[in-house]
Structures are given as structure tokens and as C-alpha cells.
């Protein structure tokens, strides 16, 4: 799967999550920069990625996550690890 194929589920679950269709995301959007993105949401988009990616983050991994780009490319490194 692409960078870019990741970053379009991506977006598509913030936006499913928060209930906001206008999200655009970038690889260095943090928290901070999108509206309702809270430890209660940080926690339901994990958890919408593992199952649409088919993927399991650790909690370790999940403490290292400093934006969406951090996140897109565990994803990716999680799917090539799993061939």
C-alpha cells in the first residue's frame, strides 16, 4: 500500500471520528491542529486504523506518535512487516 493510499484512510478516519468532513491532513498535523482531536478520539482513531489497515500497534509505538505522518509511517512500516 502507498504513502499515498494510507494518507487517504487516514483522512477518512479523522473525518469519520470527529465528524468532520473538512479535515485535510498533513504529514506534519499534530493534535493541536485539528479540532476535537482529544485523548478520547486519539484513542478511537487508533483503533479505526488498526482495523482498516489490519495492523497492531504497541503502546510503546503509540507513545512515540508526534503527528499524522509519524502514525502514516508505522502504518507502513506495520503492512510491509507483515508482507
Excluded: Y
Excluded at 478516519?13 to 470527529?18: E, K, N, P, S, Y
Excluded at 491532513?25 to 489490519?54: K, M, Y
Amino acid at each position: 500500500m502507498t504513502q499515498q493510499a494510507i494518507h487517504a484512510g487516514l483522512t477518512q478516519i479523522f473525518r469519520d471520528v470527529l465528524a468532520d468532513d473538512a479535515i485535510e491532513l498533513r504529514p506534519e498535523t499534530t493534535a493541536d491542529d485539528v479540532e476535537g482531536w482529544d485523548s478520547a478520539s486519539h484513542i478511537n482513531i487508533l483503533l479505526a486504523a488498526e482495523e482498516q489497515f489490519g495492523i497492531r500497534m504497541s503502546s510503546a509505538e503509540i507513545e512515540k506518535l508526534t503527528s499524522v505522518g509519524a502514525l502514516a509511517d508505522l502504518i507502513a512500516a506495520k503492512m510491509q512487516a507483515k508482507g
